[in-house]
């Protein structure tokens, strides 16, 4: 099951990054545009995932506690990624409201926090 969670991240997070590149993307290829999807991904998409499995990992769960806690985990990690990308990134232009931006880190963070817990815990 863990080997499978490394899978099921990697596969996660070739489409979250094409999802998050394309949602935007300019008509041509910008290395400016990329460089901020690439923040994104890191920010939103690997750091959740990340720290989420460091945390599990050390901690003496059980398996349904470790699950609940990973995507629990998971959630706050996501939503603070995006919270950060709004303060570094869009905040300065204006734009949408931070807690606008910061919700779009629930469904992803918590799907990463499941993915990170049994990656963790088996």
Excluded at 62 to 86: D, E, M, P, Q, T
């Amino acid at each position: 099951m863990g080997r499978f969670a490394w899978i099921a991240f990697f596969i996660f997070l070739v489409f979250y990054a094409w999802w998050k590149y394309q949602a935007a993307a300019p008509a041509e290829f910008s290395v400016g545009y990329a460089r901020s999807v690439a923040i994104l991904v890191g920010l939103t998409g690997v750091a959740p995932f990340l720290l989420t499995f460091l945390v599990v990992k050390a901690a003496p769960l059980k398996r349904f506690a470790a699950s609940v806690s990973g995507v629990l985990l998971g959630i706050v990690c996501g939503v603070a990624g995006y919270a950060l990308f709004w303060k570094l990134y869009i905040s300065p232009y204006g734009g949408p409201e931070m807690m606008d931006v910061a919700l779009r880190g629930v469904g992803w963070g918590a799907l990463q926090g499941a993915m990170a817990a049994i990656a963790a815990n088996h």
